[in-house]
């Protein structure tokens, strides 16, 4: 399984629902990140997990909450968003740092 | 401050001929460079990496060039096609490090 895949694909919510993206990669990868592009825009970096422990928070608001259940797996719990909070949110791995593996993205509407 | 630059917001290119995609950076501490291709609506593709210790990846018709002096590097496709059509990003990461610098994109459009 050479893939990082993600679920729910696309996301509507309002602002005061509570949602979680969920992020899976088999491919022993120990670094995990969630990252949020705007269209034509590069992708930002939100947080990065190395084994399983948060290694680093890029400032973002506390209305986004990562979770690493285990090595293979990464959450982001969504809850009282913003419309501006609308974007692609995607989620890599990687093996050593080096070459990051993206997934296809979850496309969030805030309405 | 943006430490990595890609200065053409877009580039357009006959199919079969060579696609040429720059990108600039300012901070010497970063070691490793790759390139990413993507698609809207998609999440970005790894293409191809070069580390610092290098000045030249081959892989299939993607190359990527590095003149650490310059502090630049460049992205061949040979022979372009129209799949090829997307946007390229370029990014960098420090030594040791886990974060990716991004560029800003170059969207390349490949007519047949």
């Known amino acids: 399984d050479t893939e990082v895949t993600q679920t729910p694909k696309h996301l509507v919510m309002g602002m005061t629902n509570k949602k979680s993206l969920k992020c899976e990669q088999h491919?022993?990868?120990?670094?995990m990140y969630w990252y949020k592009q705007k269209a034509k825009k590069p992708p930002e970096l939100m947080f990065v997990?190395?084994?399983?422990?948060?290694?680093i928070n890029e400032s973002v608001p506390s209305r986004f909450s990562p979770e690493c259940p285990n090595s293979s797996l990464l959450n982001l719990h969504l809850h009282a968003l913003q419309p501006e909070d609308s974007a692609l949110y995607l989620c890599a791995s990687s093996l050593r740092g080096n070459e990051q593996f993206f997934g296809p993205g979850t496309r969030l509407t805030v309405l | 401050d943006q430490q990595v630059k890609q200065n053409s917001p877009s580039l357009s290119v006959q199919e079969g001929r060579i696609s040429i995609l720059n990108c600039d950076y300012t901070n010497s501490m970063f070691d490793y460079f790759l390139w990413y291709k993507k698609y809207p609506a998609e999440g970005p593709t790894f293409l191809i990496s070069?580390?610092?210790?290098?000045d030249k990846n081959e892989d299939g018709r993607f190359t990527v060039f590095l003149n650490k002096s310059a502090k630049h590097l460049s992205l061949h496709i040979v022979p372009s096609q129209p799949g090829d059509s997307a946007v390229y990003f370029c990014?960098?990461?420090?030594?040791?490090?886990?974060?990716?610098?991004f560029g800003e994109g170059t969207q390349l459009t490949v007519n047949p």
């Open positions: 070069i580390s610092s210790i290098k």
């Open positions: 491919m022993g990868h120990r670094a």
């Open positions: 997990y190395s084994y399983e422990k948060l290694s």
């Open positions: 990014a960098a990461r420090e030594t040791s490090g886990s974060r990716l610098t």
